[in-house]
C-alpha cells in the first residue's frame, strides 16, 4: 500500500490549501484515515481523522471549525481541506491510515501505513 499526499505550499495568514492523499495498492473499506502533522522542535501531533466507512470524523481542538475532512471512495482518495489558516499551522502533514480502526486514532503507532509528509507553511 502507498499513500501519496499532495497539495502543500506557501500561503499567507487566513488563507486555504487542500491536501489530498491518494492511496494505492488496497481499497478501503472499515479503516481510518489520520492525519498528522510535525512542526519544527515539536512532537507529531494528531490534526484530524475520518473512517472511510462513514465518513465521521474527529478534529484536533485546533482545527475544528478551520479544517475539514472528506474522501472519496471512488478514488481512494482523502482530502484535509484547511481554512483560516495560521501560522502555527506551520508543519510537514502526514497522511495515514489505520487498518483495524484501533480505539485510539491520536497514536501514530496505531497507523499502518503512512504518506510521505507535504510542507505547508503559513507567513504573517
Known amino acids: 500500500v502507498q499513500l501519496q499526499a499532495s497539495g502543500g505550499g506557501l500561503v499567507q495568514a487566513g488563507g486555504s490549501l487542500r491536501l489530498s492523499c491518494a492511496a494505492s495498492?488496497?481499497?478501503?473499506?472499515?479503516?481510518?484515515m489520520g492525519w498528522f502533522r510535525r512542526a519544527p522542535g515539536k512532537e507529531r501531533e494528531i490534526v484530524a481523522a475520518i473512517s472511510w466507512s462513514d465518513s465521521s470524523a474527529y478534529y484536533a481542538d485546533s482545527v475544528k471549525g478551520r479544517f475539514t475532512l472528506s474522501r472519496d471512495v471512488a478514488k481512494n482518495t482523502g482530502y484535509l481541506q484547511m481554512n483560516s489558516l495560521k501560522p502555527e499551522d506551520t508543519a510537514v502533514y502526514y497522511c495515514?491510515?489505520?487498518?483495524?480502526?484501533?480505539?485510539?486514532?491520536?497514536?501514530?503507532?496505531?497507523?499502518?501505513?503512512w504518506g510521505q509528509g507535504t510542507q505547508v507553511t503559513v507567513s504573517s
Open positions: 495515514a491510515v489505520d487498518r483495524f480502526y484501533s480505539a485510539t486514532l491520536s497514536v501514530p503507532t496505531n497507523y499502518d501505513y
Open positions: 495498492g488496497r481499497t478501503f473499506s472499515n479503516n481510518r
